[in-house]
């Protein structure tokens, strides 16, 4: 199996609404504990490690790749 990142949703919009309407109400504990679990939920559902590994590295990336882009916009202000 290979890590898809094309949107496997019919509406993804209503994925996304999902995930949101999910944290309302929460503290922000709640909803990193929330966060976490749904994680380790779906992981277990792909169940193939490889792509877990290439899924977790895709999202570092996003990650260190948003707070680089940040930091730059900073510097230029």
Do not use: W, Y
């Amino acid at each position: 199996m290979t890590l898809s990142t094309s949107s496997n949703f019919a509406k993804p919009d209503d994925a996304f609404r999902a995930i949101v309407e999910a944290h309302r109400g929460l503290s922000d504990a709640q909803s990193a504990d929330l966060d976490a679990a749904l994680v380790l939920i779906l992981a277990n559902h792909i169940g193939d490690i490889a792509v877990l590994r290439e899924a977790i590295t895709l999202a570092r990336r996003g990650v260190i790749d948003a707070q680089q882009q940040q930091q730059q916009q900073q510097q230029q202000q």
